[in-house]
């Protein structure tokens, strides 16, 4: 036993010595380790760099495929519910009216009061023709569709100037019509920032551009409402602009809003298009 | 009464077709010799019997009014349309016009306003039910106001700061907007006064004493 202990220690007496070849294999060797370590750990963090912008790149496709989703989803059920109104509810009033006519023509009514009861009667049904004419225009513009977002705006802008709002539109460039589903965002995101103007803004001029330049489209709506203080801000982002900035967002687009009080209200949008 | 007007009916929605028969049945001196539900089967019928007048719903699957008026304008073009929607968008009655018709009424009609479409169109006038009239001239007007650009405050406000040669950014920070926003006024302010360069401008603000 005390034997193999000293052949033991003289072997590690040799071995420490500098000018023993077999040190030199060993650093030699524990160099090579470490490289090889060094090498498959950058290598490990190379990988999971990549995957980590791969897993960014994953969650801001599928944000904005959540976007696209909701969005889509959200046309198709307007467009089912204009079509609701049009075809069904539209069609039963319209007969409903014809059959009122005929009906109280064949009564021949005297009395005066039963008369104006039929009249009242056909007055209100008409006035549900219209409503129902105008909500299934909001959620879905037959023309947007047919003629595209030029016609569109241009027959929005009819329906809501009036006296008390001069509401002017420029479009340029866009005598080519756009992807659908930009056409689609777009006409809703005009239609959200305009309706929030009329709602809130108290303005008695509203200007809205839409151009359309080399690889983009840029709206820029325009009021000399009573506008809103940087405080406020949060406030007025509140009411339907989360809408918006989602909307604009799903087409890689940014928003531009800027306000203070008396001085009106801008909001520009400006689109990336391929 | 020997020469009744013969009236044929295109509508996808067979009660919209019966509530029209009901109050045309009343009318003297029209007479109602069919209808049909899609524009397809109009088209067949239309050339087997003499019919004077066509009423047609605009908006109908498969082949909408606007096609069948064009077929039926071309084909029988002694027959007259008559449009009849739920909706009158102006560019959906442009379009309409465009493909031949001779008349334009919203389904909650009543007996007077049908009368006057039927007898009008059937002397060979036009009848456009008010509300429609009011749309289409809306839509001229429009059209025609949109022909001279204005500027906006906002645009005014910029061209005085082009004017004390403000770059982008300093535009940008006084307005709380970004660059890119200022950009699109420029371009816009720019495309509205025809103009090209900064000097160009100014001249153009200070001549309509915009400025």
């Known amino acids: ?274 | 009464m020997e020469n009744l007007k013969r009236i044929f009916i295109v509508d996808d929605h067979q009660m919209v077709i019966d509530g029209l028969r009901l109050i045309i049945n009343t009318i003297p001196g029209f007479e109602i010799v069919g209808d049909c539900n899609s524009a397809h089967q109009a088209l067949d019928i239309l050339t087997e019997t003499a019919v004077d007048i066509l009423l047609t719903d605009v908006s109908m699957p498969e082949m909408s009014g606007i096609e069948l008026t064009r077929v039926v304008h071309k084909k029988f073009p002694h027959i007259k349309i008559i449009a009849l929607s739920m909706f009158g968008e102006a560019q959906v009655v442009a379009e309409m016009i465009d493909a031949g018709i001779s008349g334009y009424i919203l389904k909650n009609t009543g007996k007077q306003e049908l009368i006057e479409a039927l007898n009008k169109v059937a002397e060979g006038q036009n009848y456009f039910a008010p509300e429609i009239t009011l749309q289409l001239m809306k839509s001229f007007k429009r059209g025609q106001e949109s022909e001279s650009s204005r500027l906006t405050d906002r645009e005014i406000e910029i061209i005085r700061m082009i004017e004390q040669d403000f770059g982008n950014k300093q535009i940008a920070d006084l307005l709380f907007i970004s660059e890119r926003t200022v950009e699109t006024h420029r371009k816009n302010i720019l495309r509205k006064t025809n103009t090209q360069t900064v000097v160009g401008l100014l001249k153009y603000a200070y001549e309509r004493k915009i400025i």
């Open chain 1, 1 to 274: 036993m005390t034997f193999t202990s000293i052949a033991l220690i003289c072997q590690a007496d040799e071995f420490f010595d500098i000018r023993n070849p077999s040190i030199l294999l060993l650093v030699g060797f524990l160099i090579l380790i470490s490289a090889i370590f060094i090498v498959s750990y950058q290598a490990h963090n190379l990988k999971r760099l990549k995957y980590t912008t791969g897993l960014q790149a994953q969650i801001i496709k599928q944000q904005s495929q959540n976007a696209k989703g909701i969005i889509t989803a959200d046309e198709r059920e307007r467009q089912r519910i204009a079509g609701d109104l049009h075809d069904g509810v539209g069609q039963l009033l319209s007969a409903t009216r014809m059959n009122l006519d005929t009906l109280f023509e064949r009564l021949k009514l005297t009395d005066p009061e039963n008369s104006e009861l039929a009249d009242k009667a056909m007055a209100m049904v008409d006035e549900s023709c219209r409503e129902v004419r105008t909500i299934a225009h909001q959620m879905m513009p037959d023309v947007l569709l047919k003629a595209g977002l030029a016609f569109a705006l241009r027959d929005f802008v009819n329906k809501i100037s009036s006296d008390r709002l001069k509401v002017s539109l420029e479009v340029s460039g866009l005598e080519n019509r756009l992807q659908n589903n930009v056409e689609l965002v777009l006409y809703r995101v005009i239609q959200e920032t305009v309706n929030n103007v009329l709602k809130h803004a108290n303005a008695s001029s509203l200007d809205i551009q839409l151009m359309r330049d080399e690889g983009e489209v840029s709206i820029t709506i325009e009021d000399n409402g009573r506008g809103f203080s940087t405080a406020e801000k949060e406030q007025f982002e509140g009411i339907g602009l989360k809408n918006i900035v989602t909307r604009v967002t799903y087409l890689k687009g940014t928003v531009d809003i800027s306000s203070s009080p008396g001085k009106g209200t801008l909001v520009a949008i400006l689109i990336p298009i391929l």
